[in-house]
Protein backbone atom coordinates (compact mmCIF):
# COMPACT_ATOMS: atom_id res chain seq x y z
CA UNK A 1 0.00 0.00 0.00
CA UNK A 2 1.22 3.50 -1.10
CA UNK A 3 2.50 5.53 1.76
CA UNK A 4 -0.32 7.93 3.20
CA UNK A 5 -0.07 11.79 1.24
CA UNK A 6 1.67 14.52 3.32
CA UNK A 7 -0.58 17.71 3.53
CA UNK A 8 0.30 20.96 4.60
CA UNK A 9 -3.28 23.20 5.23
CA UNK A 10 -3.31 27.13 4.78
CA UNK A 11 -6.54 29.12 5.71
CA UNK A 12 -6.57 32.28 8.06
CA UNK A 13 -9.70 30.62 9.75
CA UNK A 14 -8.40 28.48 12.72
CA UNK A 15 -11.94 26.36 12.62
CA UNK A 16 -11.44 25.62 8.83
CA UNK A 17 -8.42 24.17 9.58
CA UNK A 18 -9.09 22.28 12.33
CA UNK A 19 -12.15 20.90 10.03
CA UNK A 20 -10.10 19.72 7.28
CA UNK A 21 -7.28 18.13 9.82
CA UNK A 22 -9.89 16.03 11.36
CA UNK A 23 -11.45 15.12 7.91
CA UNK A 24 -7.96 14.30 6.74
CA UNK A 25 -6.90 12.03 9.43
CA UNK A 26 -9.90 10.48 9.88
CA UNK A 27 -9.26 8.92 6.64
CA UNK A 28 -5.37 8.62 7.29
CA UNK A 29 -4.22 10.93 5.38
CA UNK A 30 -0.91 13.02 7.21
CA UNK A 31 -1.62 16.76 8.11
CA UNK A 32 2.11 17.47 8.60
CA UNK A 33 1.65 21.12 9.37
CA UNK A 34 -1.01 23.93 9.50
CA UNK A 35 -0.31 27.69 8.37
CA UNK A 36 -2.59 30.96 8.88
CA UNK A 37 -0.79 33.10 6.14
CA UNK A 38 1.21 32.79 2.99
CA UNK A 39 4.72 33.60 4.95
CA UNK A 40 4.15 31.07 7.34
CA UNK A 41 2.91 28.54 4.68
CA UNK A 42 5.92 29.04 2.30
CA UNK A 43 8.06 28.33 5.95
CA UNK A 44 5.52 25.09 6.42
CA UNK A 45 6.34 23.73 3.75
CA UNK A 46 10.07 24.38 3.36
CA UNK A 47 10.66 22.34 6.40
CA UNK A 48 8.19 19.52 6.17
CA UNK A 49 8.40 19.24 2.60
CA UNK A 50 4.38 17.52 2.12
CA UNK A 51 3.32 16.16 -1.10
CA UNK A 52 -0.27 18.69 -0.89
CA UNK A 53 -0.74 21.90 0.26
CA UNK A 54 -4.38 23.04 0.24
CA UNK A 55 -4.12 26.90 -0.25
CA UNK A 56 -6.76 29.55 0.81
CA UNK A 57 -6.19 32.12 -1.63
CA UNK A 58 -7.26 34.86 0.27
CA UNK A 59 -5.50 35.93 3.05
CA UNK A 60 -4.37 38.83 5.16
CA UNK A 61 -0.60 39.87 4.73
CA UNK A 62 0.77 37.40 2.02
CA UNK A 63 -2.00 36.00 -0.24
CA UNK A 64 -2.15 32.16 -1.42
CA UNK A 65 -1.71 33.22 -4.79
CA UNK A 66 1.86 34.81 -3.90
CA UNK A 67 2.66 31.65 -1.58
CA UNK A 68 1.90 29.40 -4.45
CA UNK A 69 4.09 31.52 -6.48
CA UNK A 70 6.97 31.01 -4.14
CA UNK A 71 6.36 27.54 -3.43
CA UNK A 72 6.50 26.32 -7.26
CA UNK A 73 9.55 28.60 -7.74
CA UNK A 74 11.95 26.87 -5.13
CA UNK A 75 14.09 25.12 -7.00
CA UNK A 76 15.76 23.43 -4.05
CA UNK A 77 13.08 20.32 -3.99
CA UNK A 78 10.25 18.70 -5.68
CA UNK A 79 8.02 21.35 -5.42
CA UNK A 80 4.38 19.61 -3.61
CA UNK A 81 1.07 19.83 -5.41
CA UNK A 82 -1.17 22.75 -5.06
CA UNK A 83 -5.03 22.55 -4.41
CA UNK A 84 -6.79 25.95 -4.44
CA UNK A 85 -9.42 26.50 -1.52
CA UNK A 86 -11.81 29.08 -2.78
CA UNK A 87 -15.43 30.23 -1.98
CA UNK A 88 -16.35 31.09 -5.24
CA UNK A 89 -16.01 28.89 -8.30
CA UNK A 90 -15.38 31.81 -11.20
CA UNK A 91 -13.08 33.90 -9.03
CA UNK A 92 -9.82 35.57 -10.70
CA UNK A 93 -7.44 34.66 -8.14
CA UNK A 94 -8.32 30.95 -8.58
CA UNK A 95 -7.45 31.55 -12.08
CA UNK A 96 -4.13 33.14 -11.44
CA UNK A 97 -3.08 30.43 -8.97
CA UNK A 98 -4.13 27.51 -11.96
CA UNK A 99 -1.89 29.85 -14.55
CA UNK A 100 1.18 29.55 -11.66
CA UNK A 101 1.08 25.96 -11.43
CA UNK A 102 -1.89 24.96 -9.07
CA UNK A 103 -3.34 21.63 -9.76
CA UNK A 104 -6.68 22.67 -8.98
CA UNK A 105 -9.49 23.83 -6.43
CA UNK A 106 -11.81 23.20 -4.02
CA UNK A 107 -14.87 25.10 -2.69
CA UNK A 108 -14.58 25.55 1.05
CA UNK A 109 -18.10 23.64 1.34
CA UNK A 110 -16.39 20.37 -0.06
CA UNK A 111 -17.33 17.14 1.29
CA UNK A 112 -15.38 15.09 3.48
CA UNK A 113 -14.81 12.48 0.44
CA UNK A 114 -14.58 14.58 -2.64
CA UNK A 115 -11.99 16.62 -0.12
CA UNK A 116 -10.19 13.39 0.65
CA UNK A 117 -10.53 12.27 -2.70
CA UNK A 118 -8.47 15.11 -4.37
CA UNK A 119 -5.90 15.05 -2.13
CA UNK A 120 -5.25 11.46 -2.79
CA UNK A 121 -6.11 12.58 -6.69
CA UNK A 122 -3.72 15.05 -6.92
CA UNK A 123 -0.54 13.49 -5.05
CA UNK A 124 -1.06 10.69 -7.63
CA UNK A 125 0.12 13.22 -10.33
CA UNK A 126 -2.94 14.30 -11.98
CA UNK A 127 -4.99 17.39 -11.86
CA UNK A 128 -7.97 17.94 -10.02
CA UNK A 129 -10.25 18.93 -12.03
CA UNK A 130 -14.44 20.02 -12.35
CA UNK A 131 -14.80 20.43 -16.23
CA UNK A 132 -17.64 22.24 -16.09
CA UNK A 133 -16.51 24.50 -13.45
CA UNK A 134 -13.06 24.81 -15.01
CA UNK A 135 -13.86 25.37 -18.16
CA UNK A 136 -16.62 28.59 -17.13
CA UNK A 137 -13.22 30.00 -14.77
CA UNK A 138 -10.85 29.21 -18.13
CA UNK A 139 -13.18 31.06 -20.25
CA UNK A 140 -13.91 33.80 -18.25
CA UNK A 141 -10.07 34.70 -17.39
CA UNK A 142 -7.94 33.42 -19.52
CA UNK A 143 -8.41 36.12 -22.27
CA UNK A 144 -10.40 38.82 -20.11
CA UNK A 145 -6.94 40.41 -19.18
CA UNK A 146 -8.34 40.45 -15.62
CA UNK A 147 -6.36 38.10 -14.29
CA UNK A 148 -4.30 38.91 -11.05
CA UNK A 149 -0.41 39.71 -11.43
CA UNK A 150 1.59 38.04 -14.18
CA UNK A 151 0.96 35.33 -16.55
CA UNK A 152 2.97 32.18 -16.33
CA UNK A 153 1.64 30.29 -19.16
CA UNK A 154 3.71 32.20 -21.71
CA UNK A 155 1.85 33.33 -25.05
CA UNK A 156 4.72 32.06 -26.28
CA UNK A 157 3.94 28.66 -25.96
CA UNK A 158 5.26 26.27 -29.19
CA UNK A 159 2.10 24.28 -30.27
CA UNK A 160 3.79 23.72 -33.65
CA UNK A 161 5.73 21.07 -31.52
CA UNK A 162 2.57 19.11 -31.42
CA UNK A 163 1.57 16.39 -33.61
CA UNK A 164 -2.00 17.13 -35.19
CA UNK A 165 -3.42 14.18 -33.05
CA UNK A 166 -1.58 15.70 -29.83
CA UNK A 167 -3.31 19.46 -31.27
CA UNK A 168 -6.59 17.64 -30.77
CA UNK A 169 -6.24 15.73 -28.08
CA UNK A 170 -5.26 19.31 -26.03
CA UNK A 171 -8.34 20.82 -27.62
CA UNK A 172 -10.56 18.18 -26.37
CA UNK A 173 -8.74 18.50 -23.04
CA UNK A 174 -9.04 22.02 -22.91
CA UNK A 175 -13.07 21.26 -23.14
CA UNK A 176 -13.26 19.41 -20.38
CA UNK A 177 -13.64 15.57 -21.41
CA UNK A 178 -12.15 13.12 -19.47
CA UNK A 179 -9.87 10.38 -20.81
CA UNK A 180 -12.35 8.10 -21.43
CA UNK A 181 -14.44 10.42 -23.16
CA UNK A 182 -10.97 11.33 -25.28
CA UNK A 183 -10.74 7.45 -26.05
CA UNK A 184 -14.14 7.16 -26.62
CA UNK A 185 -14.09 10.27 -29.37
CA UNK A 186 -10.99 9.29 -31.05
CA UNK A 187 -11.44 5.59 -31.12
CA UNK A 188 -8.33 4.79 -28.70
CA UNK A 189 -7.21 3.02 -25.89
CA UNK A 190 -7.57 4.83 -22.62
CA UNK A 191 -3.77 4.47 -21.76
CA UNK A 192 -2.77 5.27 -25.73
CA UNK A 193 -4.82 8.84 -24.65
CA UNK A 194 -2.24 9.00 -21.36
CA UNK A 195 0.20 8.75 -23.52
CA UNK A 196 -0.82 11.87 -25.53
CA UNK A 197 -1.54 13.77 -22.62
CA UNK A 198 2.18 13.29 -21.05
CA UNK A 199 3.91 14.20 -24.21
CA UNK A 200 1.64 17.67 -24.56
CA UNK A 201 2.57 18.34 -20.94
CA UNK A 202 6.37 17.65 -21.62
CA UNK A 203 6.34 19.10 -24.96
CA UNK A 204 4.99 22.25 -23.69
CA UNK A 205 6.64 22.44 -20.07
CA UNK A 206 3.65 21.87 -18.37
CA UNK A 207 3.21 20.82 -14.53
CA UNK A 208 -0.36 19.19 -15.28
CA UNK A 209 -4.03 18.79 -16.79
CA UNK A 210 -4.99 22.39 -15.63
CA UNK A 211 -1.99 24.16 -16.75
CA UNK A 212 -2.79 22.89 -20.30
CA UNK A 213 -6.24 23.80 -20.12
CA UNK A 214 -5.10 27.42 -19.36
CA UNK A 215 -2.07 27.15 -22.57
CA UNK A 216 -5.23 26.02 -25.01
CA UNK A 217 -7.02 29.24 -24.25
CA UNK A 218 -4.10 31.42 -23.95
CA UNK A 219 -2.74 30.65 -27.29
CA UNK A 220 -5.61 30.80 -29.34
CA UNK A 221 -6.19 27.01 -29.35
CA UNK A 222 -9.72 27.12 -27.97
CA UNK A 223 -11.76 30.26 -27.60
CA UNK A 224 -14.54 31.17 -25.20
CA UNK A 225 -17.73 30.32 -26.46
CA UNK A 226 -16.81 28.22 -29.19
CA UNK A 227 -17.78 24.66 -29.33
CA UNK A 228 -14.97 23.11 -32.09
CA UNK A 229 -15.23 21.06 -34.79
CA UNK A 230 -14.91 17.77 -32.95
CA UNK A 231 -12.27 15.24 -33.62
CA UNK A 232 -10.69 15.14 -36.73
CA UNK A 233 -10.08 11.62 -38.52
CA UNK A 234 -11.09 10.13 -34.82
CA UNK A 235 -11.20 6.88 -36.55
CA UNK A 236 -8.39 6.82 -38.62
CA UNK A 237 -4.68 5.87 -37.42
CA UNK A 238 -3.30 7.21 -34.41
Do not use: C
Not at 73 to 83: G, K, N, Q
Not at 160 to 185: D, F, K, Q, W, Y
Not at 196 to 205: E, G, P, S, T
Amino acid sequence: MADAPRVVIVDDQALVRTGFRMILAADGIDVVAEAADGDAAVSAVRRTRPDVVLMDIRMPGTDGLEATRRILADETATPPRIVVLTTYDLDQYVYAALAAGASGFLLKDVTPEHLTAAVRLVRSGDALLAPAITRRLVERFATSGTGTGPRTVAPHRELATLTPRELEVLEALARGHTNAELAASFRLSEATVKTHVARILQKLRLRDRAQAVIAAYETGLVTPGSTGSGPVGAGGAD
